[in-house]
Nanobody
Framework: QVQLVESGGGLVQAGGSLRLSCTAS????????MGWFRQPPGREREFVAA????????YYTDSVKGRFTISRDNAKNTMYLQMNSLKPEDTAVYYC????????????????????WGRGTQVTISS
């Protein structure tokens, strides 16, 4: 069956870095666009970043531009989120998700675009 497993979360101080990984199985990873979402405490899930099935485009929410980098390795069925210059407001549960490839960048922000979801990894940034 389809599985998306996030890893790499943890507790770091503000200004620090983390790299999240999302390892996929049970479907053709290289044919799917991928995204990262997060859910801060007491708030709704929000879009963070997305990457095309081919890596041909990437897209970020404004609050993480210049600090986060999304990437993927289709040979390893794995997507990454390099997070630098972390801030307390980045504290959240981070989820990876997959959507059938070939969609537009504009649709990448919508949770409803994605058909498969991981269970999340906690990221906590202390001030």
């Amino acid at each position: 069956q389809v599985q998306l497993v996030e890893s790499g979360g943890g507790l770091v101080q503000a200004g620090g870095s983390l790299r999240l990984s999302c390892t996929a199985s049970g479907y053709t990873f290289s044919s799917y666009d991928m995204g990262w979402f997060r859910q801060p405490p007491g708030r709704e899930r929000e879009f963070v970043a997305a990457i095309a099935w081919s890596g041909g485009w990437t897209y970020y929410t404004d609050s993480v531009k210049g600090r986060f980098t999304i990437s993927r390795d289709n040979a390893k069925n794995t997507m990454y989120l390099q997070m630098n210059s972390l801030k307390p407001e980045d504290t959240a549960v981070y989820y990876c998700a997959a959507a059938p490839g070939g969609r537009s960048v504009q649709t990448a922000m919508r949770p409803t675009t994605y058909v498969y979801w991981g269970r999340g990894t906690q990221v906590t940034i202390s001030s």
